[in-house]
């Protein structure tokens, strides 16, 4: 079904007014599907003319894309794309500041403690003493991240546990918005063993002290990098500071094309969103920054890995772990993270005259609002 836009427009509206606990008959969800399949075949085609502009767009198994230097392209992303998927250890549950495109907004005061001593790692509860014990009985990760949600805000408490991975051999990165690094903390970090540091640069949209830190880490830590939102906020900071964000000789930008949530979506209202495989909903100008990002780096040969982490990766990233804990075929655990569509979002879109279905077709028999309701 090629619905036209007036008539996704049309009943957009209607579905954006409905109670939240309404039913919806099948062929109205027939109708939600057809104008997410074509607002994300638009976009997809818009993708593509843009990709089709970067020369030498490489991918890693046909799971991502990604340009420039490949031995540079982030350790803990092969592991989480190809290996036995991303671990993630969490620890932390405070933040120092408050980004807009957090996942968490809103409620960072409320987030749930791991508990005083313990450390959560695939959804379990452990001591530090108890991690030779995880080493013993399960087969070692391929990598394993630490998450949730400033770890610099007790960053001493890390190095313990990162030491005995590091003496497993198990590759592990860390997330930092990188406000509260410093040398001898970032020093303390390589000597425990952590083999990459991931700088959320858009979180200070671009602070010249978070750049600082950057290049302080890779004094001492192997593989630096950034990884962010791509936000047009980023975008445009990133460029303004082009020469001293490349000046600290990091290894990799990882341009994570933005989801969002029930926290988060709000601060994004009135931006032209698509669903990407009826899962993430993100807005348009994300994934269209990054590959306008990518053929910049490209052009001027920047010697470091930008990666092109998309909706696309995060669903090869899900089959890659679905696979490697022996589930069955196509079984995934990625989905939308909404527990009811929120219909509204997608007005803007629809009302859009810049934005362009494909190809439209008049709704067949039996499809359109007046015959729906008798």
């Keep these: 079904m090629k619905i036209s836009k007036e008539d996704a427009l049309m009943w957009f509206e209607f579905f954006a007014m409905l109670p939240e606990d309404e039913e919806l008959m099948t062929k109205q969800q027939e109708i939600i599907y057809a104008t997410f399949a074509q607002i994300e075949e638009s976009i997809d085609h818009r993708n593509n003319a843009l990709m089709s502009e970067i020369k030498d767009l490489k991918t890693l198994g046909n799971r991502t894309y990604f340009v420039g230097n490949e031995r540079k392209f982030a350790m803990g992303c092969r592991s989480c794309l190809m290996g036995t998927g991303l671990s993630a250890i969490r620890k932390t549950n405070k933040c120092n500041i408050e980004c807009k495109f957090c996942y968490n907004y809103g409620e960072l005061e409320d987030q749930p403690p791991i508990g005083e001593g313990m450390w959560e790692i695939g959804g379990t509860k452990f001591y530090e003493k108890d991690i030779d014990l995880l080493l013993s009985i399960h087969k070692k990760p391929t990598g394993v991240c630490y998450v949730y949600l400033e770890p610099f805000m007790e960053i001493e408490k890390y190095y313990p546990v990162i030491k005995k ?65 791509m936000t047009p906020e980023f975008f445009e900071g990133f460029f303004e500071k082009k020469e001293a964000i490349l000046d600290t000789n990091l290894d990799f930008i990882n341009c994570a094309e933005l989801h969002l949530n029930e926290n988060n979506i709000h601060n994004y209202e009135g931006e032209n969103m698509y669903i990407s495989r009826h899962g993430y909903i993100s807005p348009t100008w994300s994934r269209e920054l990054t590959l306008k990002f990518m053929k910049i780096a490209e052009e001027e040969n920047w010697d470091l890995a930008v990666h092109d982490c998309s909706n696309h990766t995060k669903f090869a990233r899900n089959l ?38 494909l190809c439209e077709e008049e709704l067949p028999e039996g499809y359109k609002v007046g015959e729906l309701f008798f």
């Design 165 to 229: 991975f590091s003496e497993a051999g198990v590759h592990q990165h860390l997330y930092t918005n990188g406000t509260l690094a410093t040398e001898e903390t970032l020093k303390a970090l390589a000597e425990a063993g952590l083999d990459e540091i991931r700088f959320n640069l858009g979180a200070t949209n671009c602070a010249d002290k978070v750049i600082k830190n950057i290049g302080l880490a890779k004094k001492y830590i192997k593989n630096v990098g950034i990884e962010t939102p």
């Design 320 to 357: 890659n772990l679905s696979s490697k804990e022996g589930k069955w075929f196509g079984a995934s655990s990625y989905g939308c993270e909404f527990s009811r569509i929120p219909y509204e979002v997608f007005l803007p879109i629809l009302k859009d005259d810049n934005f362009k279905f």
